[in-house]
């Protein structure tokens, strides 16, 4: 267990619809990363927080946004769903940025259909 | 255009071998390395890490070598078991502005371990 946290382990949705996603950090990490991995694209970094500030975009659409709590909890929100947005998003914390590891929830598997 | 699923290299070993899974990584500028195991259902789970000022490093049952003259990264894991089969990928950390870095990882190897 990584002991990061991410609700819920599954949804469903319709296209046009809003959902979020939901990560607890492991205690003490300051900061959280979202990544989205889907069967042709691999794993696609998409926004990293450190302590409630955004400190990196990756490939993250508009309809896409993010924030980082002061209990460092973080939610990712994605808009105007589309069918191509179904994929496993994982949220990973470490203590800080730069070089440490990441470490990995186990995922929000997202279908839209 | 058509969609392809992700064509993952892939590794089949007898239990008890050893295995060296491989990755080149794109930054020469990438100063942190880091191999996951990502079994079904799950998330990536951290292996070992490197950085750039190493060329060897150890755990247990798993070393790893990085060789920044080819930008070539290796997984090597003793007597394997069937245990160990899953997706491995290598993870470059880039720095992305300032003090900022993002972890990108590579396509993944699928390692399957034959009892």
């Known amino acids: 267990d990584s002991g990061v946290t991410q609700t819920p382990k599954h949804l469903i949705t319709a296209t046009g619809q809003r959902v979020t996603l939901r990560c607890s950090p492991r205690s003490g990490d300051l900061s959280v990363y979202w990544y989205q991995q889907s069967l042709d694209q691999g794993l696609q970094f998409l926004i990293h927080y450190y302590n409630g500030e955004e400190r990196a975009k990756g490939n993250i659409l508009e309809r896409f946004s993010a924030q980082q709590f002061p209990d460092l909890h973080s939610e990712l929100n994605l808009s105007s769903l589309e069918l191509g947005d179904s994929a496993l998003y994982f949220c990973?914390?470490?203590?800080?940025?730069?070089?440490?590891?990441?470490?990995f929830g186990n995922g929000t598997r997202l279908t839209v259909t | 255009g058509e969609s392809v699923g992700l064509h993952l290299p892939t590794l089949s070993v007898q239990e008890g071998d050893n295995s060296i899974i491989n990755c080149a990584y794109s930054n020469s500028a990438s100063d942190y390395f880091i191999w996951y195991k990502q079994e079904s259902g799950k998330g990536p789970q951290f292996i070992i890490d490197?950085?750039?000022?190493?060329d060897k490093r150890q755990g247990q049952r798993v070393t790893v070598l990085l060789n920044k003259t080819v930008k070539h990264l290796s997984l090597q894991i003793a007597a394997t078991q069937p245990g160990d089969s899953a997706v491995y990928f290598c993870?470059?950390?880039?720095?992305?502005?300032?003090?900022?870095?993002?972890?990108?990882f590579g396509k993944g190897t699928l390692l399957t371990v034959n009892p």
């Open positions: 993870a470059e950390n880039i720095q992305s502005g300032g003090s900022n870095y993002k972890l990108t």
């Open positions: 490197i950085r750039s000022n190493m």
């Open positions: 990973a914390s470490s203590p800080r940025h730069g070089n440490s590891p990441l470490h």
